[in-house]
């Protein structure tokens, strides 16, 4: 199941492709990628640096640079309505109401979220004020209460601290507060937890997995470490050189890794003589997406490539079991295909 049934997809993104002039030529960092994510999924969003997960997930939000041209469509779904963001006019109303509101984000580094300037409560005061034309007091009421339930102690005290006097852990909760102020049909997250060490990092997923289950939003969590996918997804993507490589359920996924890239994402264990095992790397480096010849992405690294098979086309991402998908032509799962 691609496209969570219809009425139940919150966001569809079709034939994304994304381009970016420069001066040695044009780059298409994202490339025809299709994905949809179904209302309360947490879907992610994996794949090496470079792979295009970021030019994607602001391309949801309308904020990439000007530089990058956006073709496609992200079409998103609320309340029996559907819209296509890309549509909208950049940095128009219509496109600020849903940024920020309809869909939050969170970043990987907090710090730079929020103003030195201004205290963190007066900020998500801010959020509050913004969307829904609430007095000072009431805003403040409702900030205090969202500061409780994203763990943070004493939220009356620390609503009038400045970003400064709080922990990366602690700044991290205020932006998810941020985030949940409007009650986001969509929470995209690009890679919330990496700047923060391994405790505190468990913590906050944890955090957005209860909060998820609370406030019945959609996750797109992007990441590029596999450890994490597991506790968080429900889905998985695997994007690889600006296309979804494969797409399954999350256990499926884990269990039955059916492109060659995703095995080497996974340091699948290969068996090799006398029961000794040794992780799989994968070798070579990303090609840059420009001028890419007519075949897999992923060739030149693929250790199961075949010139006659793989050359002359590009594979498209296919239906191999029911609900798994991947775009290659010799899918690898052993016993099964
Ligand atoms: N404004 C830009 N101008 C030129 N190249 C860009 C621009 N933005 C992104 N790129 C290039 O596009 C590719 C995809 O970038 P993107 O930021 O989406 O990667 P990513 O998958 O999020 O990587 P990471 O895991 O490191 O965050 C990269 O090769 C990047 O260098
Ligand atoms: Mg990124």
Not at 78 to 102: A, F, Q, T, Y
Not at 119 to 147: C, F, P, W, Y
Not at 227 to 251: F, S
């Amino acid at each position: 199941m691609m496209e969570a049934e219809n009425k139940n997809v919150v966001l569809e993104i079709k034939d994304l492709s994304i381009t970016i002039k420069l001066d040695e030529g044009t780059l298409t960092p994202v490339r025809g990628l299709s994905l949809a994510i179904g209302k309360g999924e947490t879907l992610g969003l994996v794949g090496e640096s470079g792979c295009g997960k970021s030019l994607t997930s602001k391309a949801i939000l309308g904020i990439n640079t000007p530089n990058c041209k956006t073709l496609g469509q992200i079409m998103f779904r609320e309340n029996g309505k559907s819209m296509d963001l890309l549509k909208m006019r950049p940095g128009g109303k219509e496109i600020r109401n849903i940024r920020g509101n309809r869909i939050s984000m969170i970043f990987q580094e907090p710090m730079t979220s929020f103003s030195p300037l201004y205290t963190v409560g007066n900020q998500l005061s801010e959020a509050v004020a913004v969307h829904s034309k609430k007095d000072k007091k009431k805003a403040r009421e409702i900030v205090v209460e969202t500061m409780k339930k994203v763990g943070i102690p004493n939220p009356e005290k620390r609503f009038d601290q400045y970003p400064h006097e709080f922990s990366g852990g602690m700044l991290q909760r205020a932006l998810i507060a941020m985030a949940l102020l409007c009650s986001p049909g969509l929470l995209i997250a690009d890679e919330p937890t990496t700047a923060l060490d391994v405790t505190i990092q468990a913590q906050i997923l944890e955090l957005m997995r209860s909060l998820q289950k609370d406030y019945g939003m959609s996750i797109l969590y992007i990441t590029h470490d596999l450890g994490t996918v597991a506790q968080m997804c429900d889905r998985v993507a695997v994007m690889y050189l600006g296309q979804i490589v494969e797409l399954a359920e999350v256990h499926e996924i884990f269990n039955h890794p059916l492109h060659p890239y995703t095995r080497g994402l996974m340091g699948s264990v290969h068996k090799i003589g006398g029961g000794k095992e040794r992780l799989f790397s994968i070798e070579g480096t990303v090609p840059l997406a420009m001028n890419l010849p007519d075949r897999c992405g992923f060739y030149e690294r693929c250790g199961h490539r075949s010139e006659k098979l793989c050359c002359g086309c590009a594979p498209v991402l296919t239906e191999v079991t029911p609900g798994h998908y991947a775009a290659c032509l010799m899918p690898q799962e052993e016993g099964r295909v």
